[in-house]
C-alpha cells in the first residue's frame, strides 16, 4: 500500500503564489504517472496537471501558463508551482499517483487533499 502526503495549501490572495507537494511512500516499484486535481465546492474532481517518464507534462487550459508540475524521481515527490493565482483556483487540491508495485500489480492512489485558497 502507497501514502501519500501533501503539504503547501494555504490562503493567498490573487496575483500570489504557492507550492504544493507530494510524497509516496509505501510499496513502489515504479511510479508510472503522478498529478495533481482539484476540486471546488459543487463540481467534479478535475486534473490540474500531470507527469509521466514518457509522456511529459499535461495541463488543463486554465492553468497553462500559471502552473508548473514538477517531479523528483529520487524522492517520489512531486511538486506544483502554482503563480498567478486567480480566486477560480480555489479548491481542494489531490495528489494522484499511478504506480506498479513488487508484485507488478498496477495502482492508483489518492492523498488527502490540501485546501488552497485564492482572496480577491
Known amino acids: 500500500q502507497v501514502q501519500l502526503v501533501e503539504s503547501g495549501g494555504g490562503s493567498v490572495q490573487a496575483g500570489g503564489s504557492l507550492r504544493l507537494s507530494c510524497a509516496a511512500s509505501?510499496?513502489?516499484?515504479?511510479?508510472?504517472?503522478m498529478g495533481w486535481y482539484r476540486q471546488a465546492p459543487g463540481k467534479q474532481r478535475e486534473l490540474v496537471a500531470t507527469?509521466?517518464?514518457?509522456?511529459?507534462?499535461n495541463y488543463a487550459d486554465s492553468v497553462k501558463g500559471r502552473f508548473t508540475i514538477s517531479r523528483d524521481n529520487a524522492k517520489n515527490t512531486v511538486y506544483l508551482q502554482m503563480n498567478s493565482l486567480k480566486p477560480e483556483d480555489t479548491a481542494v487540491y489531490y495528489c494522484n499517483a499511478k504506480y506498479v508495485d513488487h508484485s507488478l500489480t498496477d495502482f492508483s492512489s489518492w492523498g488527502q487533499g490540501t485546501q488552497v485558497t485564492v482572496s480577491s
Open positions: 509505501g510499496s513502489i516499484f515504479r511510479i508510472n504517472a
Open positions: 507527469i509521466t517518464s514518457i509522456e511529459g507534462t
